[in-house]
């Protein structure tokens, strides 16, 4: 677990474009908090391949973003169940499930319902709250931190050296 953050910083840290980062943190939020085995994820992991996210800050976020959505399963649910229940769209959510496409996509399901909406409101904001707090975080926050005492302490660390040895060796 350390050396999955240790990595996550020294990403911060490189030259990887902060969109790619940005868009890593949220397309692991938006797959984290879906179904798993859903339309949705595989649709995440698509866009992973087009847009060439950087792939360890996604699988970071979809870690996080997962326990915190498995605590969150019934607000999630509850917004399925509100969103499926709105009198103007029931006779398009009953062609949709008719048609076996979409109820192959399974948008009938709350829990997918819900994650879909709360993703698609969240997404672009979140995308732009991240790339402004990685930018920040290099011209600011970086700086001050490679000039604490407590920086040149734990890179000097063995333990934490060899933490991150093992994650240079992993990837």
Known sequence: MIANFARAFRLLSSDVEPYQLSLGICLGIVAGLS?????QTLAVILLIIVLR???SMFMLSFGLVSVIAYLA???IVLVG???LAIESLKDLFTQMYNSGLWRFLNFNNTAAMGSLVISLISILPLFFIFLVLIKKYRHVIERYLKNSRMFRWASQSKILTKAASMTDKVS
């Open 81 to 83: 169940q509100q969103v």
């Open 73 to 75: 399963d019934p607000l």
């Open 53 to 55: 996210v950087n792939f």
């Open 35 to 39: 179904p798993l085995l859903t339309v």
